[in-house]
C-alpha cells in the first residue's frame, strides 16, 4: 500500500507517543503568519496557549526515546540521532 504511516516505525522506532509529535512539531516550527508573505505559517501567539502538564506513562516514554537503545535499527538513529556526551 502507499500508506505513509507503515514507514514510521523504520525511520522513528515504534512509540507512537513519539510519531504521534511528529506533525505538532512541523507546527511549532512553522513560521508565523505575521505578514502576507508567509504562507502556512501559525498565528502568532499560537505556542502560549497552556497545556496540561505531563502524566508519568508520557515521561517514562521520553525518558525511552532519548536513550541511545532507542535508536538502534531505525532511520532516525543512523540518520539523524544524537551526539551523545557532547554538546551540539
Known amino acids: 500500500t502507499d500508506d505513509p504511516d ?11 507517543l513519539f510519531t504521534d509529535t511528529i506533525p505538532v512539531a512541523e507546527y511549532q516550527g512553522r513560521p ?12 502568532p501567539g499560537a505556542l ?11 515521561v517514562a516514554e521520553a525518558i525511552a526515546v532519548i536513550s541511545c537503545w532507542y535508536e538502534d535499527n531505525t532511520e532516525w538513529g543512523d540518520r539523524i540521532g544524537w551526539i551523545y ?4
Open 6 to 16: 507503515l514507514g514510521l516505525p523504520k525511520k522513528f522506532g515504534n512509540s507512537t
Open 32 to 43: 508565523l503568519a505575521d505578514h502576507m508573505s508567509v504562507k502556512n505559517g501559525r498565528p
Open 48 to 58: 502560549l496557549l497552556p497545556r496540561p502538564p505531563l502524566d508519568a506513562p508520557t
Open 85 to 88: 556526551g557532547s554538546v551540539t
